[in-house]
């Protein structure tokens, strides 16, 4: 079974520049996570997707970041634009209908310079 | 105080030696409970979920305490590849339910 993708690996960028994050969750899994991982610190949730739906997004920085799922399958997060502060890896997970199990991507490296 | 608290560590331990982390949460809501396991650079995995009655994993064991609020595992027999972080994480909510991670625990298994 294929696992959780995730591209790019790596991106190094400006302040103030935008970047995107591409996920494609396991195939059948109903529910889409972004998570940002700072050095240190364990995954802080930024948006939850059941299906197309957003079901939590009460930690994503609304005014510079946006995440879409739109056919219910796979899911891009943006930023824009991006802060010094948003160094990190950005890690997607799918798990079923009920969510319990969480299946992690490699995760995306941003520097921010 | 955040919601889901762990002892961030590290641990430095020897190679045969018994560990144990714990880990608290603050929402008496929580629903259901695991630890994660994140290598280096890498993404977490799920090491187990964690049941009310205990539940045991070759040389893991979780435990939940519902009343007195906190989750905690056990290693025995530490082998250096269990050098890791051990992140706890709580589910709560049903449906539209919400996963907090905890910081995490950072374990050094030394031959």
């Known amino acids: 079974e294929a696992g959780v993708a995730q591209s790019p690996r790596y991106k190094i960028i400006e302040k103030r520049q935008s970047v995107a994050f591409w996920c494609n969750p396991i195939s059948g899994h109903a529910t889409l996570y972004w998570y940002q991982q700072i050095l240190g610190q364990g995954p802080k949730l930024l948006i939850q997707f059941q299906n197309n739906g957003v079901v939590d997004d009460s930690q994503l920085p609304k005014d510079r970041f946006s995440a879409e799922r739109l056919k219910g399958v796979d899911s891009t997060l943006k930023i824009q634009p991006a802060k010094l502060e948003d160094s990190a890896v950005y890690l997607c997970a799918s798990g079923g209908q009920g969510g319990d199990t969480q299946y992690f991507g490699p995760g995306t490296r941003l520097t921010v310079l | 105080r955040k919601e889901v608290e762990q002892d961030p560590g590290p641990f430095n331990v020897p190679e045969g030696a018994t560990v144990a982390f714990n880990c608290t949460y603050s929402?008496?809501?929580?629903?259901?409970f695991f630890w994660y396991r994140q290598d280096c650079r890498k993404e977490p995995k799920l090491l187990m979920s964690v049941y009310s009655s205990g539940n045991e994993d070759g040389r893991f064991t979780a435990q939940l305490n519902r009343a007195s609020q906190y989750i905690s595992l056990l290693i025995r027999d530490s082998k250096l590849s269990d050098s890791a972080t051990y992140l706890c994480?709580?589910?709560?909510?049903?449906?539209?339910?919400?996963?907090?991670f905890g910081a995490g625990t950072r374990l050094f298994v030394k031959a």
């Open positions: 929402n008496s809501a929580s629903q259901s």
């Open positions: 994480v709580v589910n709560r909510g049903t449906g539209g339910f919400k996963t907090i």
